[in-house]
């Protein structure tokens, strides 16, 4: 079993936007600029906002955190959205989901501007994904297929299963891995919770993908001997050893599943470092789209 080592890779890919940003800086240009709405004062939210903003101090781009009550009306957020997307200053940003729940979250996806929407969510961007169009490639998806080019997995003719099918991480990496294209060209099911034979469905995987958010969910007896795991999961569970109070735990039982496959990601340092590399990507890409 070999690790797919998101946090190696992602420490290269950081690496090379850097270089980017210091030539553009070189030559008297302003560095790229990623702006993230927070609303409330979730914990996981808060630590994901963190995480961007020191990535984007790591690589050289300003960065910007908008922090907004959790009160706050669905017109006053989308009001903040309007002034960022007329914001010149401002190459992309985010709104860190969730959302509290007397805010519709498609009226605020829907109010990104889709030249600034680097978590690649609004529908002009989905739609692009899915025709194959330049576009923003929503994080998670795009790090996982960054994932899989940079360690040259194989996947043309292999069969993927997808675990999952929400609209950031499930239905796109479904759309990736069967497009024309080197990752891609797998034949590729997703299932859901829906699903009928689910065992027997993910042991006739070669590349199995798990985004469920069902902690260990996926067992050794459910994986064929050689796969290739990716686990999207990351779910706290309280964990009085750890000085955070709580550990991430993935949707694959890791220790067992990893003496079957040929490769799989570890919950800490493999999809989640990935994604946080594609949203700088994602910025960059706007930045030199002007
Ligand atoms: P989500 O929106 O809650 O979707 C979960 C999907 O899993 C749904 O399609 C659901 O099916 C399916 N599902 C739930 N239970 C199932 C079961 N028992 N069998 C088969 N399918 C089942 O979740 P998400 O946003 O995609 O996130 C999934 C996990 O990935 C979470 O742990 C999340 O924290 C993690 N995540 C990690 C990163 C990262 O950077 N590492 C990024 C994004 C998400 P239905 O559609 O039928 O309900």
Redesign the pocket.
Known sequence: MQLLDGKLCSEKIRKEIKKEVEAIVAKGGRPPHLAAVLVGNDGASENYVAFKVKDCAEVGFDSTTIRLKDTISEQELLNKINELNNDEKIDGFIVQLPIPKHINESNIILAIDSKKDVDGFCPENVGNLALGLPTYIS??PN?IMELLRRYDIETEGKHCVV????????TPIAVLMSRNSTPGNATVTI?????AN?KELCLSADILIV????TE?VTADMVKGGAVVID????RVPDDSKKAGFRNVG?VDFENVKEKCSYITYVTG???P???ASLLQNTLKAYQRG
Do not use: C
Request: hydrophobic share 35%.
């Open positions: 994080a998670t790090g675990l999952g099918r929400s609209n950031i991480v499930g299932a859901h919770s829906r699903t689910l985004a469920i958010g069902k969910f999207v999961g990351q779910t949707d493999g999809v989640g990935m994604t946080r």
